[in-house]
Antibody, heavy 118, light 108 residues
């Protein structure tokens, strides 16, 4: 059974940093591209970042480019999102998702809440 | 970025009724790259339809999708109480991947 379990969320002040983790199990993690998708309270879904299966290729949404870094440790089957210079508009639930060849997200984690507030 | 215009933004339907959601893309995309998700209240999104018309594993046959080019649709043939959710279309044709604004389905 595919499982994605996020952790690392919480309340953080504007301008500070936070690192999210996503522990994967039930599939060969190193065979799949992965992504982070977020959802602000009462809002829709927004893609944040993607990373290739080997980790060499990364892509970012314009709203987080230069502030967020996606990475992975295939030996630990874990995906990360380093979030720096956080802003109030980054407040959202962050989902880890497995990304397929045709660009859809076939499995999602339960999500982790990040609140940026003073 | 490809913009997906999803309509309507909300639907109120009776059990057993047929509902259809439309997703229009700002530029043409291959049908392989248009997908639909269901998000029930308080839950994470779940893939329902991928590549326009293929049902994801375990998805009931009352859910279907069709379309091509810039116009796509998602249909529930007979709405059930458990279908109350927000539905999103999504394109994976080009970066950035984008989602429609969502359609909230409620029961009458």
């Amino acid at each position: 059974e595919v499982q994605l379990v996020e952790s690392g969320g919480g309340l953080v002040q504007p301008g500070r940093s936070l690192k999210l983790s996503c522990a994967a199990s039930g599939f060969t993690f190193s065979d799949y591209n992965m992504a982070w998708v977020r959802q602000a309270p009462t809002k829709g879904l927004e893609w944040v970042a993607s990373i290739s299966y080997g980790g060499s290729n990364t892509h970012y949404g314009d709203s987080v480019k230069g502030r967020f870094t996606i990475s992975r440790d295939n030996a630990k089957s874990t995906l990360y999102l380093q979030m720096d210079s956080l802003r109030s508009e980054d407040t959202a639930t962050y989902y880890c998702a497995r990304l397929t060849y045709w660009g859809y997200f076939d499995y999602w984690g339960q999500g982790v809440m990040v609140t940026v507030s003073s | 970025a490809i913009v997906l215009n999803q309509s309507p933004s909300s639907i109120i339907a009776s059990q057993g009724e047929k509902v259809t959601i439309t997703c229009r893309a700002s530029s043409s995309i291959s049908s392989n790259y248009l997908h639909w998700y269901q998000q029930k209240p308080g839950a994470f999104p779940k893939l329902v339809i991928y590549s326009t018309s293929y049902r994801a594993s375990g998805v009931p046959s009352r859910f279907s999708g069709s379309g091509s080019g810039t116009s796509y649709s998602f249909t529930i043939s007979r709405v059930e109480a458990e279908d109350v959710a927000t539905y999103y279309c999504q394109q994976g044709s080009s970066n950035p991947p984008t989602f429609g604004a969502g359609t909230k389905l409620e029961l009458k």
